[in-house]
């Protein structure tokens, strides 16, 4: 007979952070950044431990020159050639440590990331990204882009249990990424009935984690700053951002003028349109599971940036956080049926 | 491993109250009066203990005037100069015991404040305010404003939990303010991630608060009469009312017109707006936790009052309160998945 789990897993929805004593006197007091050594690779990180995701329209260069400038991080897509790489490696030396190249665990995409850190041995990153993190091949994969590159620090995803994890990190993965379905633009869920509620995933698969000394990356899920919250608070190290980095000047993709209004396109990675874009087209024995959106345009990510870290020094400042470090510490979540009052939700802003 | 509450916290919209048998024969024999005494002031208070949020679109003078003689109450917002607290209190004596003066933790602040207070002594109540009250900052900050004004009665927040109203209350304050992320037009939980189901707050809050003596302000999340009658239910001694009274006559800001239609500004005080206004704009290492919207200009206020107090007589005659002193004794709030039919709305 199948198995139930009977106890609830949580989403982000599901939970508030309850307000701790304080000594801190403003948000400005709180110190975002971190600092981690890798399990396996032995490499050293510092910085804010945000990543734009690596999706076509997000994982840009031009994102990761904005990003860089405020400590954070950017995993960049797949789809630059060597020849871009070498042109951004060769304008933005400051960034490089900043990024990471991403591959599939196609032959095609290993050879590409290959020829890259080859050519561009300041990059320190390597993001293996699979939709089932959870197969034998991805493990042997991963084992041998471990072998091949044993000073990188290799990001390797995604799963959302604990087992899994455990498995990732001793195959030689130092970061793992955790999310299966919970993206704005991802139908995972829909399509396949797979997934797990992201803040339980993150919750259970940090602990596994950091019991190997490994670390992980929440990835997908966040709608707001809030969230960005509240993954740090459940133990995630690092914390990916796709849809709320969408949108952006400094987004992929082009603008489009639609009614007077501004959008940017943002879509799933394995949507129709980024299929078509990559692989000549949805192939016949799969389904798409991802989504294609119209966003509106949202200006420079600067600001948003600055929205998104004003709010976790402002949930730092809540829970009695002086660091960043100290969130997960410090945090107790409440069960609770809503987020915010929705009164003014719809059409009442100026 | 971050812990996580088992029990799930409730919001107004979880609830409903359970009707029980009354004696009463009409709404017209509720009273909604309440005396207090202060455990720190020992000031008593009587009156009708719903009050105005000290925001500064809706916590006026102009408020103040039509809540006092309902024989509500006005948290005037901090944002008036002494030379406008003075006229005032010359032109309506009548509303200076029905009116608190606002103040953050900041120094300025601190000092129009004793300046109000000393060329206004008819003012017995002090409302401190500020976004986080969990800061050991703020509690030695109402202990200094205690040692200041030992007659005064202090409101102080905002928190939502049993531990920091008492360590509130024990610092000096007389009333603590209950309520993070609530509001309509609050966007800290959002912002942060941070809040508590203000239902939960309350009758967790106004438990430690009554323990102590001390008394608790329900702030924020009422949308409705009904909201407000769970609030008193839940054990709130006194109901803070922000965007229920936003949209008046006798609210700050100007009445414009939008598709034909009447309307006004309502904003969150760490609005975008707000902090425009008053300091310049919003800081490089912060998030605005507030938003701005436009509210259905409604005429006077005096309706609105009506809907509210008509509306939390009807409670008290459905549970059998007779007095609304007695109505969180006699609630019991059962969990629903919905407030009303939806089938209009």
């Not at chain 1, 490499?43 to 994982?59: C, E, F, S, W």
């Not at chain 2, 102080?156 to 992320?181: S, Y």
Request: charged content about 25%; hydrophobic content about 40%.
């Amino acid at each position: 007979m199948p198995h139930i789990d009977t106890d609830i897993k949580l989403d982000f929805k599901d939970v508030l952070l309850r307000p701790k004593r304080s000594t801190l006197k403003s948000r400005s007091e709180v110190d975002l950044m971190r600092s981690f050594v890798f399990r396996n690779s032995k490499q050293t990180y510092t910085g804010i431990p945000i990543i734009a995701a690596n999706m076509d329209t997000v994982g840009t260069f031009e994102m990761a020159k904005m990003l860089c400038k405020f400590c954070l991080f950017t995993a960049i897509h797949k789809h630059y050639s060597l020849e871009e790489w070498k042109e951004f490696a060769a304008q933005n030396p400051e960034c490089l440590q900043n990024v990471a190249a991403s591959s599939g665990t196609g032959p095609s995409d290993f050879e590409l990331l290959e020829q890259i850190l080859e050519a561009v041995p300041p990059v320190r990153y390597i993001c293996l990204d699979v939709a089932n993190g959870y197969s034998e091949h991805f493990v042997q994969f991963l084992r041998d882009v471990r072998k091949r590159f044993p000073d990188h620090t290799i990001m390797a995803g995604n799963v959302v249990t604990g087992e899994m994890v455990e498995e990732l990190i001793l195959s030689g993965a130092d970061i793992i990424k955790v999310g299966i379905g919970p993206g704005s633009v991802c139908t995972t869920r829909k399509k396949t009935g797979v997934g797990y509620p992201q803040l339980s995933a993150v919750m259970e698969c940090a602990d596994a984690a950091h019991g190997l000394k490994g670390h992980i990356i929440s990835d997908g899920g966040c709608s707001c700053p809030g969230d960005v919250a509240k993954a740090f608070g459940a133990g995630a190290d690092f914390v990916m951002l796709g849809g709320m980095l969408a949108g952006h000047t400094e987004s992929g993709g082009e603008l489009i003028e639609k009614g007077g209004k501004k959008y940017k396109l943002f879509y799933g990675m394995s949507s129709e349109m980024s299929m078509k874009k990559y692989a000549g087209g949805v192939a016949e024995y799969r389904a798409s599971e991802g989504k294609v959106v119209e966003v509106p345009f949202k200006g420079d990510v600067e600001h948003t940036l600055r929205d998104i870290l004003g709010g976790i020094r402002s949930t730092c400042t809540y829970v009695g956080a002086a660091k960043l470090k100290e969130l997960s510490r410090r945090t107790t979540f409440i069960r609770v049926t809503q987020q915010a009052n929705p009164i003014f939700d719809q059409g009442d802003q100026p | 491993m971050p812990r996580v509450d088992a029990d799930l916290k409730l919001d107004f919209k979880d609830v409903l109250l359970r009707p029980k048998r009354s004696s009463l024969k009409s709404r017209a024999e509720v009273d909604l009066l309440r005396t207090f005494t202060f455990r720190n002031s020992k000031q008593t208070y009587t009156g009708i203990p719903v009050i105005v949020a000290n925001m500064d679109s809706v916590g006026t003078f102009e408020m103040a005037q039509v809540m006092t003689k309902h024989a509500m109450f006005t948290a005037v917002h901090k944002h008036y100069s002494l030379e406008e607290w003075k006229l005032f209190a010359s032109s309506h004596p009548e509303c200076l015991e029905h009116v608190a003066v606002s103040s953050g933790s900041g120094v300025a602040d601190f000092e129009k404040l004793t300046k109000v207070i000393e060329a206004i002594p008819l003012i017995k109540y002090i409302c401190l305010d500020v976004a986080n009250g969990y800061s050991e900052h703020f509690v030695e900050f109402v202990k200094s404003v205690h040692a200041s004004f030992p007659n005064h009665t202090i409101m102080a927040g905002n928190v939502v939990t049993g531990e920091m109203v008492e360590e509130l209350i024990l610092a000096g304050a007389d009333i603590i303010k209950v309520g993070i992320g609530p509001g309509s037009v609050c966007t800290t939980r959002i912002k942060t991630g941070v809040g508590y189901p203000q239902l939960s707050a309350v009758i967790e809050c106004a438990d430690s608060a009554h323990g102590l003596n001390g008394h608790i302000i329900s702030d924020g999340g009422c949308s409705c009469p009904g909201d407000v009658a769970k609030a008193f239910g839940a054990g709130a001694d006194f109901v803070m009312l922000g965007g229920m009274f936003a949209g008046h006559d006798q609210c700050a800001g100007e009445v414009t017109e939008r598709n034909g239609k009447k309307v006004k500004l309502f904003y969150g005080m760490s609005s975008d707006t707000a902090m425009k206004k008053h300091v310049g704009g919003v800081a490089e290492y912060r998030a605005s936790e507030g938003k701005t919207v436009e509210v259905p200009y409604r005429g006077d206020v005096e309706d609105t009052i009506r809907d509210i107090l008509g509306g939390l007589r009807s409670t008290c005659t459905y549970v059998g309160a007779a007095k609304l002193k007695e109505l969180s004794r006699r609630t019991t709030f059962i969990r629903v998945t919905q407030q009303h039919s939806e089938v209009f709305s």
